[in-house]
């Protein structure tokens, strides 16, 4: 059996209108100046407004810091730290989608640590006591209100660095259904397809281990029951709820494991051609299950048999592929890269690319420049 450390960082409170208990929540931590980071869609939602009653009900100050976009950069996050240091919050709340929340933990490294961003790209590389941390996700995507990782792009070459540190985990995660339901439509799909993404490439890590194929393997239940029902009924509660736990246990199974070659492939596709990272990843995902099927038929079988109970060793990762291809007919997204404008001519530099993310070390298959250039030309066509 593989090895593994779980220590959780993260207390959780789900349920409708658990936002209004925020300031309680704030309260606990000892706060008396909150610093939210939320964009301006989330402004224009009214979940900021609904945040910042509570905190003030609990004699909390409250300021707001929302200029940054979707894919925070070091920039970005420069500009969040001088923010901070103005305002001197001693907590910071993280409102929003992935980016809210990755944004919010960017910036609580180099406020609270000195130095860049980019100083804090690895793992353990806080020097420092870090402010505490809410994470409230308004979609069901990232899992990031259940890492320690912050996700921040380079302004200058746009390589995603993933910036890692126990102290950067938020004290509390509060996950209110309610709030996905403001999301446009295809918001939700994009963010459904990551989950899932995620879900299925943590069960087949080098890194996976028992703790962690417990919650890909419930996140992946919950998400695949769920998935169709959000898209047919955004209003559907009970599935919005299930898809927002189902988001935070493919979060934890990232956190106790790691991802693969799908977000590999899929971050150079975000980085060139400035496709949507739900949709890069949705489109690279039933190539890598196809790739990774040699080695992992028994672990996708565990996947298989909660979307078909008859499937077996034989058809499971197959299923499995056309499952998700599926899922993005569904969600009216691409099922090809020619759909997307990408050219074979790019699949050299697409792949050097690859090679240089990180999760890529973790794929079961051994990704070699060769096997990369093979998935995107699997992904070419229909």
Not at 18 to 43: E, F, K, P, W, Y
Not at 116 to 133: E, F, R, V, W
Request: aromatic share 6%; hydrophobic share 40%; net charge negative.
């Amino acid at each position: 059996m593989q090895s593994f450390d779980s220590n959780p960082q993260t207390r959780l409170i789900f349920g409708e209108d658990s936002l209004l208990t925020i300031g309680r929540h704030a309260r606990s931590l000892n706060s008396q100046h909150a610093m939210i980071v939320c964009d301006l869609g989330i402004l224009k939602a009214g979940h900021f407004e609904a945040a910042e009653k509570s905190l003030l009900e609990q004699g909390i100050k409250v300021n707001c810091f929302h200029d940054f976009s979707e894919n925070p950069t070091s920039d970005m996050v420069d500009t969040g730290v001088k923010y901070a240091a103005m305002v001197k919050p001693d907590l910071l709340i993280g409102l929003g989608g992935g980016s809210s929340l990755d944004c919010c933990k960017g910036i609580n490294f180099v406020y609270s640590c000195g130095g860049s961003i980019h100083d804090y790209h690895g793992t353990g590389k806080a020097t420092a006591p870090m402010l505490p941390m809410i994470a409230v996700p308004t979609t069901a995507g990232t899992g990031s209100e259940a890492q320690s990782y912050a996700l921040i792009s380079d302004a200058k070459t746009h390589t995603k660095m993933a910036c890692g540190d126990t102290r950067a985990a938020a004290k509390i995660a509060i996950l209110d259904p309610k709030l996905t339901i403001t999301q446009p439509a295809s918001v939700t799909v994009l963010t459904g397809i990551d989950a899932i993404s995620h879900a299925i490439e943590t069960q087949v890590s080098t890194r996976s281990n028992a703790m962690s194929v417990t919650y890909s393997q419930r996140a992946f239940g919950m998400l695949s029951q769920a998935f169709d029902r959000v898209i047919e009924d955004p209003f559907d509660i009970e599935a919005r709820s299930m898809m927002q736990v189902g988001a935070y246990f493919s979060g934890l199974a990232i956190e106790n494991s790691m991802l693969g070659a799908a977000h590999a492939t899929a971050n150079p596709l975000t980085a060139k051609y400035g496709i949507t990272h739900g949709q890069a990843v949705g489109v690279m995902l039933p190539s890598v299950i196809r790739l990774n099927s040699t080695e992992c038929q028994n672990a996708y079988l565990q996947l298989a048999r909660q979307i078909d109970p008859g499937a077996n060793l034989e058809n499971c990762s197959e299923l499995l592929a056309e499952r998700v291809t599926q899922w993005l007919h569904q969600s009216k997204l691409s099922t090809s890269l020619s759909q997307l404008g990408v050219s074979p001519d790019d699949f050299e530099t697409l792949a050097a690319d690859a090679l240089k993310q990180w999760t890529g070390n973790f794929n079961p298959v051994p990704l070699t420049h060769g096997k990369v250039k093979q998935l995107y030309a699997a992904a070419l066509e229909p």
